[in-house]
Every structure is written in structure tokens, then in C-alpha cells.
């Protein structure tokens, strides 16, 4: 539920040229105009589950998107079983001029999209209702390194041409891309939302360079989070730790903590790299490794 200090859900990755919107609750359309988003910068929307919290917002966006003249399509990823909510939430009412929604409905867990910048993949967790999580991953690539150009006299334009064709020809040599370059691991993002602590929940965060993770509860109610189907503030940390992750993002608290500070507390005991998200915040992902 929101409190005084907090809103529902609604969640926005800027990733290069894309904006991706994760799991819109009521009042994201306002909250945006808070946080100077705009509603045309939205690429991709992406529903981990259709309890209200994370999906009762849609309809504003959708209709927000359109009276902004938003004429390319907007993929919407969603779980599959949930498409009768989608179709109530996207026909509530009356709305003038549409948004080529891309309807992506997600049957079954592993690569969902797979685009020149970036693969979407979904896993299946553990909440009362059919629900997925993401993760986003960037190709590696390879880092130039200075010395070995040095070393093989390639500079200038020549670098550019060793990166857009791999090889370069030079006084009768060949020299590869792998000569004068390293591997880089491309980076990767996951949104772990309403589940219990489980393997696939891990497998999601694997070595991500940032984990925005529910932790509903205190350690005190571990209890009533296992019955309902969420995580405390320790379980989201271990999820961290055990996955390698790189910058955890605590949200997703219940309305009886006014303050925060103690969840927080509690996970860095666990995961120290953990900072809990106030409405508004904006939170780098971490430079590339």
C-alpha cells in the first residue's frame, strides 16, 4: 500500500537510448512528471505480475502515451497467464487515440527479446500469483588497450577500423582485434519483484551489475513473508551476496515501516554495497567492470 512518504510501484531503466518502465502502480503517470520523465522516452513496459501494486497504473500510461502523440510501438512484456487482467486494465475506459502496444506475453522462462543492444530474460518465481522476474544483459564486447596499440604501432583512425572489421592490414601484417584488445563482460541488470527466497530468484542476480530486489519485511516477520510470498530485507540481500551481484536496490516495503533505515540496516549487515530507494531517486548502474 503507499504511505505518506511513498508511492506504489513504478520503475524506469534508462539504458542508452532505450527507457524501459517496470511494473507501473497507481500514480505512476504523476510520479513521472515529478521525476521530468517523459511519458515519449518509454520504449518497453514490463509487468512482473497483475496484483494491483504493480499493474494498476498501466491504464494512465498507455492513455498518456497516446495523447502524447507516441505513434511507434511500445513493446509490453507480460506473463501469459495474466492477459485477461491485461485486457480489463488496457479497455477500463474511454480513450482517445491509441498506442501500437507490441503485446510480448511470456509462456515460459529464459530469452524473451534479443536485440543489438541488449536480451531480455525472464525467470519464473515464487509469489501467490504467476509471476516473473527480468534481466536484462548487454553482449560482452572487447576494451582497446592502449599499450598493446603501442606496441603493434596502431593508432588513429586505424582503431576504429580494427573495431568495425577486426582485422587491419598493415606494413604486409595482419593484425586481429584480440591482439590489441581484452575481453569486457557487457552489463546486466535484474528486477526481482514479489517472490520468496528461491534458486531462480539467484540465477536472475547472476553476477548483475545492479539487483533491484522486493524486501517487504523485516527478519522479525521472516514468518509471514514466507506465507505471503516475499522477501525480507536479509533474504534480498543473500539473493545479492550469493548471486555476485555488484549494487543492490532495496524497495518494496510494507506500509508499516516509516522508516526504512532498518531494513537497510539489516541487508548491509549482510550485502554492505545496498542503498534503499526513496520515491524520486535516481541511482547510477554501476560503470562498466
Not at 543492444?117 to 509469489?127: D, K, M, T, V
Not at 569486457?184 to 551489475?209: E, H, K, W, Y
Amino acid at each position: 500500500m503507499p504511505t505518506r512518504q511513498r508511492n506504489l510501484n513504478g520503475y524506469l531503466l534508462q539504458w542508452d537510448d532505450e527507457a524501459l518502465l517496470f511494473d507501473p502502480g497507481e500514480g505512476t503517470q504523476r510520479q513521472m512528471l515529478m521525476a521530468r520523465v517523459k511519458s515519449t522516452s518509454i520504449t518497453r513496459i514490463l509487468i512482473t505480475h497483475f496484483h494491483g501494486d504493480h499493474c494498476l497504473g498501466l491504464p494512465g500510461v498507455v492513455q498518456r502515451l497516446a495523447l502524447d502523440g507516441v505513434t511507434r510501438p511500445v513493446r509490453l512484456y507480460y506473463p501469459a497467464g495474466g492477459r485477461e487482467y491485461l485486457d480489463r486494465l488496457l479497455r477500463s475506459s474511454v480513450s482517445h487515440g491509441r498506442v501500437p502496444l507490441d503485446l510480448r506475453p511470456v509462456q515460459d522462462p529464459g530469452l524473451v527479446d534479443d536485440g543489438p543492444g541488449f536480451s531480455i530474460i525472464a525467470a519464473r518465481l515464487e509469489h501467490g500469483a504467476e509471476v516473473f522476474g527480468w534481466r536484462l544483459e548487454e553482449p560482452a564486447g572487447r576494451r582497446i588497450v592502449p599499450e598493446r596499440c603501442e606496441e603493434m604501432g596502431v593508432s588513429g583512425n586505424q582503431i576504429g577500423v580494427l573495431q568495425r572489421d577486426r582485422f587491419l592490414e598493415k606494413a604486409g601484417r595482419r593484425i586481429t582485434l584480440e591482439e590489441v584488445s581484452e575481453p569486457r563482460p557487457g552489463q546486466s541488470f535484474a528486477f526481482v519483484m514479489d517472490t520468496r527466497i528461491c534458486d531462480r530468484a539467484v540465477a536472475l542476480a547472476s553476477n548483475a551489475d545492479m539487483v533491484v530486489c522486493e524486501s517487504t519485511y523485516l527478519s522479525t516477520e521472516a514468518a509471514l513473508a514466507h506465507r505471503h510470498g516475499h522477501l525480507t530485507a536479509a533474504h534480498a540481500a543473500l539473493i545479492a551476496r550469493e548471486a555476485g551481484a555488484r549494487l543492490l536496490v532495496l524497495t518494496h516495503f510494507s506500509q508499516r515501516y516509516d522508516d526504512v533505515a532498518l531494513l537497510l540496516a539489516e541487508a548491509q549487515e549482510v550485502f554492505p554495497n545496498t542503498v534503499a530507494a526513496r520515491d524520486l531517486d535516481t541511482i547510477p548502474v554501476p560503470a562498466r567492470r
